[in-house]
């Protein structure tokens, strides 16, 4: 177990509403990222969080935000949702952050996230 | 630009065997890669990484090649064994340091 966790843990929602999913960070670790995993495909990075500003981001569009609290914990926020929303979302926190670091970064359990 | 691939989406091994799950990645300025195993319903586990100035890296029962001049990248799991089946991924770091760019996958199956 990575010490990464994530809420809650399935959620499903209708198109156009909005979602709220969170993430505690690993002991230590300052900085979370965000990705989002297609059914058989590979995580796509939404964006990273560091000291509680974005330090990163994908190509997704505005309507994926998110926050990072003084504690590095996480929110991820998506709005007027999409049927190809319906993925697992998943945060990773590591312990370095800020631009050129080489840091491990160590995944939740994900979020599996349905929109119908 | 920056992609990460996978060679094969399959692989089927007998228990005991060795495996070896291979990824070619684009970008030589690329400098740190992570191999992660992700198992049904749960989010990718740190298996094991390696900076690009080094070729080979051993862990419990992994090791991981880096061959720079052709850009390809593998993991080697000794002794394969059921607990193994899972989807490997290989990932790079990009050059702000910030995402993994993530190939598609390679799913190893183990039969015991």
């Known amino acids: 177990e990575t010490g990464v966790t994530q809420s809650p843990t399935h959620l499903i929602k209708t198109r156009g509403q909005q979602v709220t999913l969170r993430c505690s960070s690993q002991?230590?670790?300052?900085?979370v990222s965000w990705y989002q995993q297609a059914l058989g495909q590979g995580p796509q990075f939404i964006f990273q969080?560091?000291?509680?500003?974005?330090?990163g981001r994908g190509n997704f569009p505005p309507r994926f935000s998110g926050l990072q609290f003084p504690n590095y914990s996480s929110e991820l926020n998506v709005n007027a949702l999409e049927l190809d929303d319906s993925a697992l979302y998943l945060c990773?926190?590591?312990?370095?952050?800020?631009?050129?670091?080489?840091?491990?970064?160590?995944f939740g359990p994900g979020t599996r996230l349905t929109v119908l | 630009g920056e992609s990460v691939g996978l060679h094969l989406p399959t692989l089927s091994v007998q228990e005991g065997d060795n495996s070896i799950i291979n990824c070619a990645y684009s970008?030589?300025?690329?400098?740190?890669f992570i191999w992660y195993k992700q198992e049904s319903g749960k989010g990718p586990q740190f298996i094991i990484d390696?900076?690009?100035?080094?070729d080979k890296r051993q862990g419990q029962r992994v090791t991981v090649l880096l061959n720079k001049t052709v850009k390809h990248l593998s993991l080697q799991i000794a002794a394969t064994q059921p607990g193994d089946s899972a989807v490997y991924f290989c990932?790079?770091?990009?050059?702000?340091?910030?995402?993994?760019?993530f190939g598609k996958g390679t799913t190893l199956s183990v039969s015991s």
């Open positions: 990773a926190s590591s312990l370095g952050g800020g631009h050129r670091t080489r840091d491990t970064q160590y």
């Open positions: 002991s230590g670790h300052n900085t």
């Open positions: 969080y560091y000291r509680e500003e974005e330090n």
């Open positions: 970008n030589s300025a690329s400098d740190y």
């Open positions: 390696i900076r690009s100035n080094m």
């Open positions: 990932a790079e770091l990009n050059q702000a340091g910030t995402a993994l760019i």
